[in-house]
Structures are given as C-alpha cells and as structure tokens.
C-alpha cells in the first residue's frame, strides 16, 4: 500500500480517497476506525491492530498533533513486541512510506485536529 497524499481530513492511498481516520494494513484499508475516547488513543482501539502482529506500528496523531498516546498505550503495544512510532500525521505518513518492507507495517492514522 502506498499513500500517495495526506493534507487536512483527506487521505488518499493507492487511488482512493479517504476522509475518516484510517488504519492502513498490509494489502488493505479499514476507514471505519473510531477510538474509544476520541482524542486519547487506549488499548482496547488497537485490538484488531495487535491481532494482525505488526513489527512496526505507525501512529499519526492528527495534522496539530491533537490525538494522545498515554504512556499505558504506549507500554501494552510495547509489552506485545511491537516497535512503535507516534509523530504528527503528515510525518508518520512519511515514514509509513519510506519504511522497509522487511516486516509487517501498520498506521493508524488520525486525519483531523
């Protein structure tokens, strides 16, 4: 999957446009992800994330950064063996894209605030 533009609220990944946050798994988009508490990223919204085992977790935390990811989060992904990296969305889509293919990659991607 390739993400070919991020700019405020629009995604666009391998030609299609998405306009709700995103997870971005290896051959498919889910566009219907919704967190628990909305702006604070909690465990319990990556459970299809963990189930898939990425190696790399990529979290985008919105165009200014709104969303949050507690040290809690950040210590569950963590204790499943998985490497994360939290950055502004334009960023993580970036390292998305420039992230060798040698293992599993995943991004969960806020598009708003």
Request: positive net charge.
């Amino acid at each position: 999957m390739r993400i070919e533009h991020y700019s405020f609220g629009k995604i666009v990944i391998d030609g299609k446009t998405y306009t709700s946050d995103v997870i971005v798994y290896p051959g498919r988009v889910d566009a219907s992800w919704r967190r628990k508490e909305g702006h604070s990223l909690q465990a319990v919204d990556l459970a299809d994330i963990i189930r898939a085992k990425p190696g790399l977790l990529i979290v985008g935390t919105g165009y200014s950064g709104v969303m949050t990811v507690p040290e809690e989060t950040v210590g569950f992904v963590g204790s499943k063996g998985i490497e994360l990296r939290v950055e502004r969305t334009e960023k993580a889509v970036d390292i998305y894209n420039s992230t060798k293919k040698d293992r599993t990659v995943i991004a969960a991607l806020h598009l708003t605030c």
